[in-house]
Every structure is written in structure tokens, then in C-alpha cells.
């Protein structure tokens, strides 16, 4: 059988603004993923840090400052050095349309923007997690 | 059944029931507002929330709003100014100039009020952890143009406790803070007596994701600890408390809003005469400023916007608010346009000059349905103070997390109810339109973050430097023992510390505060 999918949240910068991150980490929750919920105000280091630690599939990077075009590709580049370009970074937030355009360049999964449906990022997960199958039922 | 936005059962039909007769507009306790004619005799400030890049444009900013007939201004502070961190400093990446104006010195604010008189002006400064200097540094500048502290005005927002419950832009841990804010409020009653050392706020709790009721309770349960804080200083009731102002969200459900702000009024005014002994009437009417819900507003068919914050604000003026913002269409995108903010503010001029609502005070005061949901409102209010007094209070509420997750399950629930399509929100759920028409936004000049880091190096090396390492040592040393801190950040602003050297020195006395986040 196939383990639950694991994502990472995570609320990056100096904003402190986490009703959507909230809302996310508990709506995955609810659709059967383990999630884990960094806190405020993370460091691109300290969030890849996390990923790796806690051995994810996906990370969710809620961003409303406008500060994603300093902090999404620092954290892109991150991944690429510690080898962990099969996570998948989402990214939700205020996302103008071209910066939105940018990060999925720089390698970002998919970018939601004010009013995406919880329905959606489910999916979009769901679909973009390989699961990961265990050799024998436990 | 039908229900308010924030999920309260709304009956078919309400009728005659036995309600008193509430007191007109003007007495005790006034609910239905806190001067006898209201906007008969004076309009409320349209005060637009503005402040972006450097102080430089937002002071051009400024000098338009003014030129466009706006009464008082309101200062929005860029994340940086907001956590108190310089410019140049590594957690500031990215971050100068975004969310507000950015702002690291006396130097800053001498560029942001340059040419705005501040002894006739009113500003209100956004402004939380970090209040304190940011207050000190407008002082400072007020005193350069020659204006009296005695004669300034204006509000400063400085309400920590919500940002432990709400928004999270904090420093210290909140007993520091507390004694801080306790600090501008005592300075206030003896140097400032026009000026509000704080804006006790629901808005941010609103926006986080809480009913209306939560809002209004813990709000008015923040106010009850600022006031217990200030009376364990020493200070008479009746000196401060005239002086503190409020805070709340206008937000989509007409009538609870309007329901909301009336029981606000009379909570409040009972708190401070029966629980507090309070003499002065002033110190039992409550003054609001009110934001328009910018949790409201849609990213689709943008254009929408103007029509809820035009629904928003009539309910702010209907319940008696003395100052209001409203919001820009545009502000799901970014910050505000010029073109997107002026339409906001002439939204409330139509309000003001031509709908005819300014006639009479609180116009739906005696209807059934509105007395209801004002009398429920105010027994949730009670019920739950009663319950955070049984906490021990709101910093015991805050550090056993009982806010938070009152407002995390009351946004989980309002989102499930928008996401099964339960509650309709046109444009988003309802009424969509396939193609998305682009709207013009602000761009913010991304030289902002490099002229703001260069304009510190140059204050660095031409100030007193060693003036500065003695009022810093001095405000470490005092911030160790009791005395009011104002005097020692006062002198720190004019040596030209910066804001991030001041709340360093603070650092190191009070420490960092980490929430335990729930979710």
C-alpha cells in the first residue's frame, strides 16, 4: 500500500500573515496527506533544511509580501545543490501573472493565486506526488 | 438555515419584542453613537492607508491625497520597518519598500513630512512592535517644524496584543511589550494630550480569519488589558483612558457590522464607568476608525471590488465610525494605484455628499432585526471577556493559544462553507467568468531596497557615532530596570540611530518571541 503523501508548509519572510498557509496545511491534512507546518518567517536554508529532514514530497511556500522573487529562486537553487529536485514546490500567495510565469521557469510546480479553490491544490498534489510504494503491507 | 457571515442563525422575521428604547445618539451608554448629531456636525476623517517604496515617493503620495481633499493621513511601514530591521540587513532581502513605506531613521521621517505641517495634519501610524521609536522619530520631526507636542494629533496604532493573537509581527515577548506599550501610553497623558498612544484593533483578527463576534470580543478584551496594565503603573482611569481609540473591520455582512460597532459602543462604555470607576464621559465613549475588509476583496473581476467597499463603508458610517479607509479594487493584486485609490476615496465622498446618510444618526437604530443582532452581540462580547478573565487574562488566553484557535477554526469553517459553494462569492464561486480582464497595477521601483541600504551607509558614516553607542547603551540599561523608556528612544532617534540598531538594544535586554503556531 502507498504511504500518505508528505508536504512540507512553509510561510517564508518577514510577513506574518498564515490564515492561507493555516487553511492549507489543514485542508491537505483532512484530504489524508501528513503535513508539516514550519512557522513564521523561514529562511529559504532553514525550509530546505526541513524538507530534507522530514523527507518530502512537496513543499508549499504561502507568500502575500511580493517578496517571492527574492525568495523562490534562492530556494530553487538550494534544492539543486542538495540534490532534491524531485520535490515539488507550490507556491500561494499574491503572484502578479508574470512572476507567476517566472518561478514555474525557474522550476516551480504551479503557482495559485487569491480565490484557487482547496479543491485544486488537493489535486494538483495528489497528481504531481509520486507515491511511494513500500515493498511489503505493514 | 440562514445565517450572518460569521455563521449566526438568522430568524425569518424578527418582531416587536420587549427592547428597550435605546438612548439617543450622545448618552450613556452610545450605542447608537457618541455625539448627539453626529456627521450632522462633522464628517468623519477620510484617512486612505498609504505608503510604499521610499519616503520620498510616498511623501509625493501624500502630498496628492492631500491635494485630492483626503483629512488626515495614515502611515503603511514596508515589512523591514514593521519587524524592526535596517535596510541592509540580511533578513530584509527582498522585502524594502513592498508592503509600506520604508523607513530606518529620524533621517526617513524628516523626508516623509516634508512640507506636510504636522500641527494641523492628523496622522495615524501603522506601526506595532517597533511603535515607540517610529513615535519618537515623528516627535522629533514635529519639534524641527516647530510644532508643539501639546497640539499634535493623530493615533498610533501600537496594539501588540493583536498581533500575538492575529497578524504576528512581533519582537519581543509579550510582557516587554506590554511594559512598552504601557510606556507610550503614561508618556502620552503627560506630553500629548490630543495624540492616541494606541488603536486597540479587531481588523487584523478580523482578516485572519474570525467572526464577528471574536472580533469585537477580543478586541475589547485587548482594551481591558492595556487599561490594567496602565492602572498598575499608577495612572488615573481618567487619565488615559479619553485617549484610547479603536480599530474594526468593515466587512461584508451589512447589518452584523452595523450590530457590531453599536454593541462595541455599549460594552465599552459599561466596562469603563462600572469596572473601572471611571469619571470623565470621555473615558466611556469609544472612538473607531474603520477599514474596509480587504480579506473581501477578489482577485476575479477585480472591478467588483468597488462595489463591496462601497457596501462596507456605508456600514462603517451607519455604525458611527469617526475615521474610515477604504480599500482599493486593486488590492488583491498589490498596493494601491493612484488611479485605483482615488476612486476608494471618492467612494466615500459620494457617501458623504450625496447619499444623504449623514442626516441622522445611527438611522436604523429601533429596528428590530438590527437591536437583535446588537443585543446578541453584545452578550457573546461579555461571555466571552468573561471567559479570558477566567483565563487570567489575555496574555495567559494568548500563551495557551485560546484566541488563535478560536480564529483558525472559525476561517477553516468559512472557507469549507465558500469551497462547497454554501456561501456564494460572486465572480470567485458564483458568476465566473472565463476571461480575466488585466487591470493596471502599481509597479514599486525595485531600486527602492538599493537607494534605502545607500542612504543608511551615508547616515552611518556621517553621524556622531559615539553619541549614538551611549544612547543605546543608555536605553539597554534602563529597559533592564522600571523607568519609562520614551526618554532614552527620544534621544536614540535624534542621535540617528537607526530602527534597527534601536530594536537590537531592545533585543538584548527583552529577547526574541517564538510562537508555538497552531494550525
Known amino acids: 500500500m502507498s504511504s500518505p503523501i508528505r508536504v512540507l508548509v512553509a510561510k517564508p519572510g518577514l510577513d506574518g500573515h498564515d490564515r492561507g498557509a493555516k487553511i492549507i496545511a489543514r485542508a491537505l491534512r483532512d484530504a489524508g496527506m501528513e503535513v508539516i507546518y514550519t512557522g513564521l518567517r523561514q529562511t529559504p536554508e532553514m525550509i530546505v533544511n526541513a524538507a530534507l529532514q522530514e523527507d518530502v514530497q512537496v513543499i508549499g511556500l504561502s507568500i502575500l509580501s511580493g517578496a517571492h522573487n527574492a525568495i523562490v529562486p534562492r530556494l530553487m537553487e538550494l534544492l539543486r545543490q542538495n540534490e532534491m529536485t524531485d520535490v515539488k514546490v507550490i507556491v500561494g500567495g499574491i503572484i502578479p501573472d508574470d512572476d507567476a510565469e517566472d518561478l514555474k521557469r525557474q522550476g516551480v510546480a504551479a503557482v495559485f493565486q487569491p480565490g484557487a479553490s482547496l479543491e485544486t491544490i488537493v489535486e494538483f498534489i495528489r497528481g504531481a506526488s509520486q507515491p511511494v510504494t513500500t515493498g511489503q503491507n505493514h | ?519
Not at chain 2, 513605506?101 to 506636510?116: K, P, Q, R, T, Y
Open chain 2, 1 to 519: 438555515m440562514r445565517t450572518t457571515i460569521s455563521g449566526v442563525p438568522v430568524d425569518a422575521v424578527y418582531g416587536p419584542e420587549e427592547f428597550p428604547d435605546p438612548a439617543p445618539a450622545g448618552q450613556f451608554p452610545y450605542t447608537r453613537g457618541i455625539h448627539p448629531n453626529m456627521y450632522r456636525d462633522r464628517l468623519w476623517t477620510m484617512r486612505q492607508f498609504s505608503g510604499f517604496g521610499t519616503p520620498e515617493e510616498t511623501n509625493a503620495r501624500y502630498l496628492y491625497l492631500l491635494r485630492q481633499g483626503q483629512t488626515g493621513l495614515s502611515v503603511a511601514f514596508d515589512l523591514p520597518t514593521l519587524m524592526g530591521y535596517d535596510a541592509d540587513d540580511p533578513l530584509s532581502d527582498g522585502e524594502v519598500g513592498k508592503c509600506g513605506v520604508s523607513i530606518g531613521s529620524l533621517e526617513d521621517m524628516e523626508i516623509l513630512f516634508a512640507g506636510i505641517p504636522l500641527a494641523d495634519v492628523t496622522v495615524s501610524m501603522t506601526i506595532n512592535s517597533p511603535a515607540s521609536i517610529l513615535w519618537a522619530m515623528y516627535l522629533v520631526v514635529a519639534e524641527k517644524q516647530g510644532a508643539r507636542w501639546e497640539r499634535l494629533s493623530g493615533t498610533l496604532q501600537n496594539d501588540i496584543l493583536k498581533e500575538y493573537i492575529a497578524q504576528k509581527e512581533y519582537i519581543y515577548p509579550p510582557r516587554p511589550s506590554m511594559r512598552l506599550v504601557t510606556d507610550t501610553i503614561e508618556f502620552g497623558a503627560s506630553h500629548t494630550p490630543r495624540f492616541n498612544p494606541i488603536s486597540i484593533s479587531g481588523y487584523h483578527i478580523r482578516e485572519a480569519g474570525s467572526t464577528a463576534l471574536q472580533e469585537l470580543a477580543f478586541t475589547l478584551r485587548d482594551g481591558i488589558e492595556y487599561v490594567d496594565w496602565a492602572l498598575e503603573r499608577g495612572l488615573a482611569i481618567d487619565a488615559f483612558a479619553p485617549r484610547l481609540s479603536f480599530f474594526f473591520n468593515a466587512h461584508s455582512d451589512f447589518f452584523e457590522e452595523i450590530a457590531k460597532y453599536r454593541a462595541a459602543r455599549g460594552v465599552w462604555a459599561r466596562l469603563m464607568r462600572d469596572r473601572y470607576g471611571a469619571k470623565d464621559e470621555r473615558s466611556w465613549k469609544l472612538r473607531f476608525h474603520a477599514q474596509t475588509a480587504g480579506c473581501s476583496l477578489t482577485w476575479q473581476q477585480p472591478q467588483n471590488n468597488i462595489v463591496r467597499t462601497s457596501l462596507q463603508a456605508m456600514a462603517a458610517v451607519l455604525g458611527g465610525a469617526q475615521s474610515l479607509h477604504t480599500n482599493s479594487l486593486d488590492e488583491a493584486y498589490a498596493l494601491p494605484g493612484e488611479h485605483a485609490v482615488t476612486i476608494a476615496l471618492r467612494t466615500q465622498q459620494v457617501i458623504a455628499f450625496e447619499s444623504g446618510v449623514t442626516a441622522e444618526p445611527d438611522p436604523f437604530g429601533g429596528g428590530y432585526f438590527l437591536e437583535h443582532l446588537t443585543r446578541d452581540m453584545e452578550a457573546g462580547a461579555q461571555d466571552y471577556i468573561a471567559q479570558i478573565d477566567g483565563m487570567g487574562g489575555m496574555i495567559a488566553a494568548i500563551e495557551r493559544g485560546f484566541p488563535q484557535s478560536e480564529i483558525a477554526n472559525a476561517s477553516y469553517k468559512y472557507q469549507r462553507e465558500v469551497e462547497s459553494r454554501e456561501r456564494i462569492i460572486v465572480g470567485v464561486n458564483g458568476f465566473t467568468e472565463s476571461e480575466q480582464q488585466p487591470i493596471e497595477l502599481l509597479e514599486i521601483d525595485r531600486t527602492a531596497e538599493a537607494r534605502q541600504v545607500r542612504k543608511l551607509e551615508f547616515l552611518r558614516a556621517r553621524r556622531d557615532s559615539n553619541r549614538v553607542a551611549a544612547s543605546l547603551d543608555a536605553l539597554r540599561e534602563t529597559a533592564l530596570h522600571t523607568a519609562n523608556t520614551m526618554p532614552c528612544i527620544l534621544e536614540a532617534v535624534r542621535a540617528y540611530a537607526t530602527l534597527g540598531e534601536i530594536c537590537n538594544a531592545l533585543r538584548d535586554v527583552f529577547g526574541s518571541y517564538k510562537e508555538t503556531s497552531i494550525v
